[in-house]
């Protein structure tokens, strides 16, 4: 019986070692030859003008023809650089803003890293529609917490600078606004004049353009103290004939105030009210309210808000 023809390990080693030789080489020499290769390069645009929104139909990509060895080839088809147009270097039709490349190619060159003396982007211009955009000034509410430290406090509400804010985006969306809100700061321990700056809140938001984003917020933080007068109660609104005894006669009101304004506090500028009308069936008791106080103070509270009363027969 003949003897089957067997090969040392060695050889096979040395085989294909020149075959995997041989098709590096070969890959080499193909892929360092010049191409020729049209290869879409996405675009992003950047700077729309707040007055516009773009067509959802708009160009999303240009067409370039590059000229090159296979690697450099292959390098954009896999790594797939984009182009950013900045729309503020736009011209303006009745319906598109007109983005001429021919005036841009130095800036697309640094940005694709490539060189149109082997290259170039086949479309000589970018189309983009557009729609105007509704317009509406709208209030800015601050959402601005203090917390003011013991002894300190403030007359006025926190101030936004400025006050409203230019909005533009869709009609359906516009029509509906009239406010937008910062984002929240919250301040503790407050014991002098608030000043900071603050962002809208665009939570939500994506499809509008704010003309201005940062707002100045203040507030000026005095020196309070707490001060108290004794005044009578009044009954309004009781029925004629009725013989009504109540209890307490009077109570403490309590307050704040500006330190500097603690002598011009009377008690004469206070009136306590309890409306009888407002007794539901079986009640005893009346609800005070202070119905009248100076305009200059704050956090008014009164020591006894329940009036006890009977009728006399």
């Known amino acids: ?66 000229q090159d060895n296979a690697f450099n080839i292959y390098y954009y088809k896999i790594f797939n650089p984009e182009l950013t147009i900045d729309l503020s270097q736009a011209s303006e039709t009745p319906k598109n803003l007109v983005y001429v490349l021919e005036n841009h190619l130095s800036q697309i060159e640094e940005q694709l890293k490539i060189n149109f003396e082997k290259s170039r982007i086949i479309q000589d211009e970018i189309l983009i529609p557009f729609q105007y955009k509704k317009e509406k000034v709208i209030k800015v509410v601050p959402r601005i917490d203090v917390n003011y430290a013991v002894g300190f406090s403030a007359e006025n509400e926190v101030q936004i600078e400025p006050d409203s804010v ?23 321990k407050v014991n002098s004049d608030i000043r900071g700056s603050v962002t809208l809140d665009t939570a939500g938001l ?39 005894a109540y209890f307490p006669k009077t109570v ?4 704040q105030v500006n ?32 119905a009248e106080q100076p305009g200059f103070i704050r956090n ?14």
């Open 206 to 244: 994506g499809m509008l353009s704010f003309y201005t984003k940062n707002f100045e917020y203040s507030q000026q933080v005095e020196k309070f103290t707490e001060g108290s007068v004794e005044i009578p109660v009044e009954v309004v609104n009781v029925p004629e004939g009725l013989n009504l």
């Open 252 to 255: 403490m009101v309590y307050y």
């Open 166 to 188: 230019k909005v533009s985006g869709p009609e359906e969306i516009i029509d509906t606004m009239e406010q937008v809100y910062t984002q929240q700061v919250n301040l503790n």
């Open 1 to 66: 019986m003949a003897k089957r023809p067997t090969f040392k390990k060695s050889s096979l080693k040395t085989f294909s070692f020149f075959l995997f030789f041989s098709a590096l080489i070969w890959v080499l020499v193909q892929f360092s030859k010049t191409y020729t290769q049209v290869i879409e390069i996405p675009v992003n645009y950047v700077n729309v003008p707040l007055d516009k929104s773009l067509s959802e139909d708009r160009p999303d990509h240009v067409d370039l023809q590059l």
């Open 259 to 290: 330190l500097q304004l603690f002598d011009e506090v009377n008690a004469g500028d206070f009136r306590v009210v309890c409306d009888y009308a407002e007794v539901k069936k079986g009640e005893d008791y009346m609800i005070a309210q202070v």
């Open 300 to 313: 008014v509270r009164l020591n006894e808000r329940r009036i006890q009363f009977v009728i006399k027969r």
